[in-house]
């Protein structure tokens, strides 16, 4: 579907300096071109989900851009056309599209009629003074019923371009190439694209809960999810008022940025600081990580499943702390019977910190703060822990279930949303 070098690369991240350099290769688009012509990602496509996936897409869009003077969202033939009011911002209409997840590639467009002659004219009018060293057209017909192929459709719209401004044309490598695609009624052409964020439209794969601390890690899990098309619930444990509201604030700070991501969130603050005052009384130290880790994955799991969530998500990788080696990942896993993601379990910590810079959580998640498992953590935490012996200390706690039950239910919940859409509403 696109032709450009847009695929197989990481995913780029708005303000990246990929972006940017894409950005100043394309001429700026005159104030005519009203459209802009989006591209989903091909692979998703597949069979009887593509219906539900492109209205999804649709969907999101037209939340993405609620705020804008945007009047229309609809889908065309295999691709989603955006349509500009006029007093759409472009770079803010395009900083909302180069946040949707889903989308392949993006241009802004201008659309005429289905008329070769007619194109060239448009085209050659938006151009306006531009000048380039060497240029060409490149076709897509959506209607194979259009009487000419793509290769002729190039060579005709490209010889009016060539006549009338003696431009050099160049198939391979070109300084400009010029879009333009036939559908049955109309005809788009654009100069250049913008990548989009691939992946698929969030809402499309379901609901999931990820636990979010104020770490470097777990952000970059949540938003790896949210690329595979999950609405991602957050769940932060704090030990509020035994250490201060920093984490809090950290987290809804990572919320609020991710929440750019998908439009809606929801944040659950479970206060855990009196349960881990339990745990220092009751379970010997080296254990007591894996403890704390066990309470919580079962505190997420009730928290998942009454938001009827169908994974919990984490940031561990293998061997970065103590508490996430197999043995220990295996104890704590045991705890949940819910499926439990793991997007960056195989990811080194300069990987993880290189795509949280990327993102944009990294200096959120390098504000210090008193992290609940900070001040309550052992010197020498066990790597190996068993589960016989960790199930056993957990007797000392007393009810378990009643515990996780209290705590779930005693979370206080906060939402987030971007735009941030002014009510109409009068009173
Ligand atoms: P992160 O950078 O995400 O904090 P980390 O390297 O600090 O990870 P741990 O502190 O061992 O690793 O946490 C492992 C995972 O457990 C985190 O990625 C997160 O999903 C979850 N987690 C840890 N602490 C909390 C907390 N206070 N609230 C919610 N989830 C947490
Ligand atoms: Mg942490």
Redesign the pocket.
């Known amino acids: 579907m696109s032709e450009d070098a847009e695929r197989g690369a990481e995913p780029p991240v708005p303000g990246s300096p990929k972006v940017e350099e894409r950005r100043r290769l394309q001429p700026p688009a005159p104030t005519d071109m009203k459209s802009i012509v989006v591209h989903y990602q091909e692979i998703a496509l597949k069979g009887r989900n593509r219906p539900y996936f492109i209205n999804r897409l649709v969907r999101n869009l037209r939340e993405a851009t609620a705020d804008l003077d945007v009047r229309e969202v609809r889908p065309l033939m295999g691709r989603i056309e955006v349509v500009l009011g006029p007093a759409a911002d472009w770079d803010a209409v395009k900083e909302r599209l180069a946040r949707t997840f889903g989308i392949g590639n993006f241009a802004r467009a201008g659309r005429t009629a289905l008329d070769l002659d007619a194109l060239a004219a448009e085209i050659l009018k938006d151009l306006g003074d531009r000048e380039t060293s060497s240029f060409r057209v490149s076709a897509r017909r959506a209607d194979k019923r259009f009487p000419l192929t793509s290769p002729e459709i190039e060579r005709e719209v490209g010889g009016r371009i060539k006549l009338a401004r003696g431009w050099k044309v160049d198939l391979g490598h070109p300084e400009l190439t010029i879009h333009v695609e036939l559908l049955s009624k109309e005809a788009f052409y654009f100069f250049g694209k913008d990548r989009g964020l691939g992946g698929l439209p969030v809402g499309v794969s379901g609901r999931v809960v990820?636990?979010?601390?104020?770490?470097?890690?777990?952000?970059?899990?949540a938003f790896r999810m949210m690329r595979r098309g999950c609405r991602v619930h957050f769940?932060?444990?704090?030990s509020y008022p035994i250490l201060s509201r920093a984490?809090q604030e950290k987290?809804r700070e990572l919320a609020a940025l991710l929440t750019r991501y998908q439009l809606r969130s929801r944040l659950s603050l479970?206060a855990?600081g009196e349960l881990q005052q339990q745990v220092v009384l009751a379970v010997p130290p080296p254990l007591r990580?894996v403890v704390?880790?066990r309470l919580?994955m079962r505190i997420?799991e009730r928290i998942a499943r009454a938001a009827r969530a169908q994974a919990l998500?984490?940031?561990?990788?293998v061997g970065?702390?103590?508490?996430?080696t197999l043995e220990n990942l295996t104890v704590i896993n045991e705890v949940v019977s819910m499926l439990v993601l793991r997007p960056?379990i195989g990811f080194d910590?300069s990987e993880?910190t290189a795509e949280a810079e990327r993102l944009g959580t990294f200096p959120i998640?390098i504000i210090p703060d008193q992290?609940?498992?900070t001040l309550f953590t052992p010197k020498h935490p066990e790597t190996r822990a068993r589960t016989a012996e960790v199930v056993e200390a957990e007797r000392a706690l007393g009810d378990v279930d009643a515990i996780v039950e209290a705590a779930a239910a005693a979370a206080v919940v906060e939402t987030f949303q971007f735009p941030v859409v002014e009510s109409t509403a009068q009173g």
């Open positions: 990820c636990l979010l601390s104020g770490g470097i890690d777990s952000p970059v899990a769940v932060h444990f704090h984490s987290v479970v855990f990580v704390y880790r919580m997420a998500v984490t940031g561990e990788a970065q702390v103590a508490s996430q960056l910590k993880i998640s992290d609940c498992c």
